[in-house]
């Protein structure tokens, strides 16, 4: 017997299929006018694989060939459930058909400074066994994830409006980002931000939003493990239907890339009834200790 | 809530198995070259963020007895999927299988948890490669 709670579940996903992406949506305005994009949702295909990425040590895809995915009694590392939470939260994703990845350069050959992709590869070589501190990933060490590392699929991310503001509340190591509408300009050079300053306008449907001020703490992905405090971002959430968001980043590091590079991918609001929850990161990683073990004189 | 055979369910209706994404990565943190299995009696579960834990009152080779602890999944992920705060009690006899972390210690990364009845915990419902896990 199904309950009530899985009934809704199942309707939120029939509903999604049953979105016509091709039918032109006009959404609903908030009290000072702008579309109404509020709601929760999950984002999907965003952080998309340059090509040819470098072997990473510590990636548990099975895509990697140094992975224990890889291994041959096929145990991987993780127990399911540790995917089967956002599977949750994305009931009624699995038919959408939208652009994903990294869409410029269309070959997905990121244009990295050639010294720059160099060292990156090098840095890449030094995460397992981490070297030290700093060869340990960012989000283990539950830094704020920045606009890439908010555990896609698995932590949704709440969209809030109020006048002149949209506020983007994480899931994912319980933060948020504001993207101020008023027209004012970014904060000085000497404020430098984990999540970035943002200030955005509205063309249409398409919330524009232009992030700079970033401290150089944070990454793209595992395979571009960090981004430099020249980054600049741009992005465009278009309000697709009543349950989709389609979104592009641009992507502009002149202290990496020789030129900006664009990745795709799209929000879906998640099932009703589903809850934001904290998720404080520091409570109770044991991630350095179990690297590193205990610091000296600690009790154990 | 849901409960477990309801969200095995959903998850078999939807369909489609995704990656498994953790805020760490295992490599850089638990050694794939030393797995290890336990047999032992719960003491303590943790619902702590980023990863819950489970600790393990187990027996070594002289007798003497250990407390092991093993990763599990984030709260919020166990959260959704129906499981509560109070689902092990402590005295539970549990046999976990895991990889060890690098430090050495008596920790690993549960990567199974069974009952003495053969039923598996915070699975979502069903074993490895069986409907509603998520194959990797």
Same mark, same amino acid.
């Given at each position: 017997m199904l309950s009530r709670q899985l009934t809704t579940l199942l309707l939120a996903a029939a509903s999604l299929f049953g979105q016509a992406a091709t039918e032109p949506w006009t959404p609903s305005r908030t009290p000072d006018g702008q579309p109404d994009l509020q709601g929760m949702y999950t984002r999907n295909g965003v952080v998309g694989l340059e090509a040819s990425p470098p072997e990473n040590p510590i990636d548990p895809s099975s895509k990697n060939p140094l992975s224990v995915s890889n291994r041959g009694d096929g145990l991987g590392p993780y127990p399911g459930i540790f995917g089967q939470g956002g599977q949750v939260l994305r009931a009624g994703q699995a038919r959408q058909q939208r652009r994903t990845g990294i869409v410029d350069p269309p070959d997905k050959k990121l244009p990295w400074k050639p010294g720059e992709d160099a060292k990156r590869r090098e840095f890449l070589l030094h995460m397992n066994p981490a070297a030290d501190l700093r060869h340990v990933e960012l989000n283990a060490r539950c830094a704020l994830p920045g606009l890439f590392q908010g555990e896609d699929g698995n932590n949704p991310y709440q969209f809030l409006q109020r006048a002149g503001e949209v506020m983007i509340a994480y899931d994912y190591n319980h933060t948020s980002r504001i993207v101020h509408l008023d027209g004012r300009p970014h904060l000085g050079p000497n404020i430098r931000l984990f999540m970035g300053d943002s200030i955005g306008r509205w063309e249409g449907n398409t919330l524009v939003v232009d992030t700079t001020n970033f401290n150089g703490h944070v990454a793209y992905s595992r395979e571009i493990p960090y981004l430099s405090d020249r980054l600049h971002i741009s992005e465009r959430f278009t309000i697709a239907d009543a349950n989709t968001i389609d979104y592009e980043a641009t992507i502009d590091d002149p202290e990496l890339f020789t030129k900006p590079w664009t990745t795709a991918g799209y929000f879906t609001r998640v099932p009703k009834g589903v809850q934001s929850m904290e998720f404080a990161c520091a409570e109770g990683s044991q991630t350095l200790v179990n690297i590193f073990g205990n610091p000296p004189g600690a009790s154990k | 809530m849901l409960g477990r055979i309801e969200i095995a369910a959903l998850i078999g209706l939807i369909g489609g198995a995704a990656p498994v994404f953790a805020h760490h990565a295992f490599a850089a943190e638990f050694d794939v070259n030393q797995p290890v299995e336990v047999r032992g009696t719960v003491t303590k579960v943790d619902w702590v963020n980023p990863h819950a834990w489970i600790y393990v009152d187990v027996k070594d080779a002289d007798g003497k007895t250990v407390n092991w602890h093993f990763e599990l999944g984030a709260p919020n992920a166990l959260f959704r999927l129906?499981? =509560? =705060?109070?689902a092990i009690p402590s005295g539970t006899q549990v046999k976990i299988s895991g990889f060890r972390a690098k430090n050495g210690e008596n920790v690993g990364n549960g990567r199974s948890i069974i009952l003495p009845d053969g039923k598996e915990l915070f699975s979502g419902g069903s074993g490895p490669g069986s409907e509603g896990t998520t194959k990797q």
């Open positions: - | 129906g499981w =509560k =705060k109070d």
